[in-house]
């Protein structure tokens, strides 16, 4: 029996050209799609010594050798995620202003799948309307491979076996969510995780190194001006979006041209705020916290309705997802505690790698005003909402295998 996403499958998937959905449904597949995060590329330049850009183009020629026809990177996914929760921002702030007994602010972000799973679990309907709707880079790819792109290439979705490479296991419990299966299209819009370690587990099976792989360049099936190169949003690399939302809000709310991010460590550092003030008076307070402790901490203040904040990047990891549990760790497979001094010298490392992938600049990018023009109706229509953002239940007995590691 080989389990739902993984290595195994995923070789089984090459060799076949079939795959069987979550409703046990076999498919033949016409084209395989892996679409390629930032953080798991870094993780493996770091584990194989090569310049961030080497990584990809070896990664994208590991997966042709094995039969994969396009290899994508997720910066289009990571800006429209972006575009979109910056704008549910600033409509919450407003709906918050009309209506202050309404549950609209902080907005906690909601690209971490660990943490979105213990709130669904752990504190259900009172902290649900609080948690962005804004899907995930992970999803957001998703729709965009199995609607827009197999349109395009003229094949069904289901024709499309579409995987993604992530920096953890958590992300494989998002893909398989009831959410993101699309009764429409009768297919999940991403049908196999793999993360860096397990890439790892695959090269070592096969007794190869990254670096035996053959390079090819990444694919940009979207059409003239998408983005092609792996890139960096502003931030650290935690996966979040914080610094693009409080930008955002402060020129949209406040006429604030010149924000500046300067964060204070809490408790921690990885519980750090930034503000805006106008006329002497914080009118903005955005926060990240990462890692169970500072999230206990911050959910603990928003029940007792002491949370000072507008906006909170919420992490699971400490770190955010440069640390995530599936990346490799220093030294190989072996993969050491988190938070160790091996692990803070890693991220550290990875932040570096980080800092050097050129900058994205996602308004500013004219194929994403394409796509909701073309593709979308336009922003804040009713299929951009559709497609750009999901919903939360809560989960009284867990239906979700949790796979936490904090
Ligand atoms: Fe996964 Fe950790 Fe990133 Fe959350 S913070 S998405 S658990 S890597």
Redesign the pocket.
């Known amino acids: 029996l080989i389990t739902k996403q993984s290595q195994e499958e995923l070789l089984k998937v090459f060799s076949d050209r079939k795959y069987t959905d979550s409703k046990g449904v076999v498919k033949d597949v016409s084209l395989i799609v892996i679409s390629l995060s930032p953080?798991p590329i870094l993780s493996l330049a770091a584990r194989y010594k090569l310049p961030p850009e080497d990584a990809t183009n070896k990664l994208a020629g590991y997966f042709k050798s094995l039969g994969a026809d396009l290899v994508l990177d997720m910066t289009i996914a990571e800006d429209l995620s972006l575009l979109e929760a910056q704008q549910e921002f600033v409509q919450r702030y407003q709906d918050q202003q009309a209506d202050p007994n309404g549950k609209y602010l902080p907005m906690l972000a909601s690209?971490?799948?660990?943490?979105v799973c213990y709130a669904e679990k752990t504190h259900g309907n009172f902290i649900l309307p609080y948690i962005s709707t804004t899907k995930s880079p992970q999803q957001i790819m998703g729709s965009l491979v199995k609607q827009y792109l197999s349109r395009a290439k003229e094949l069904t979705p289901g024709e499309v076996y579409h995987v993604t490479v992530?920096?953890?296991y958590?992300?494989k419990l998002e893909a398989s969510r009831e959410e993101f299966y699309n009764d429409l299209l009768s297919c999940h819009d991403v049908d196999c995780v793999i993360t860096a370690i397990e890439l790892e587990q695959m090269l070592d099976n096969s007794n190869m190194s990254l670096n035996d792989a053959e390079s090819s360049s990444l694919d940009s099936p979207w059409g003239e001006g998408a983005p092609a190169a792996v890139r960096r949003h502003r931030g650290s690399g935690?996966?979040g979006g914080a610094d693009h939302v409080f930008l955002y809000g402060a020129e949209q709310l406040f006429g604030e041209t010149d924000a500046q991010l300067v964060y204070r460590n809490l408790r921690n550092p990885d519980f750090k705020e930034v503000t805006l003030e106008r006329d002497g008076k914080e009118v903005l307070r955005f926060a990240i916290a990462?890692g169970f402790r500072n999230i206990q901490n911050l959910v603990q203040k928003l029940k007792r309705g002491k949370s000072p904040y507008h906006y909170v990047e919420v992490?699971?990891?400490p770190s955010?997802?440069l640390?995530?549990?599936a990346q490799v760790r220093a030294g190989g497979g072996q993969a050491r505690a988190a938070g160790g001094e091996a692990g803070r010298e890693l991220v550290l490392r990875l932040e570096t790698l980080y800092s050097q992938l050129p900058l994205a600049t996602p308004a500013e990018n004219k194929f994403l005003r394409k796509l909701y023009t073309d593709w979308l109706d336009g922003k804040d229509s009713d299929k951009a909402k559709a497609v750009l953002h999901t919903t939360y239940r809560a989960v009284e007995k867990s239906d979700i295998a949790l796979n936490i590691k904090w």
Do not use: E, I, L, T
């Open positions: 953080q690209s971490c799948p660990g943490w992530m920096p953890c958590d992300k935690s996966g990462n992490m699971a990891c955010g997802c640390n995530g549990g």
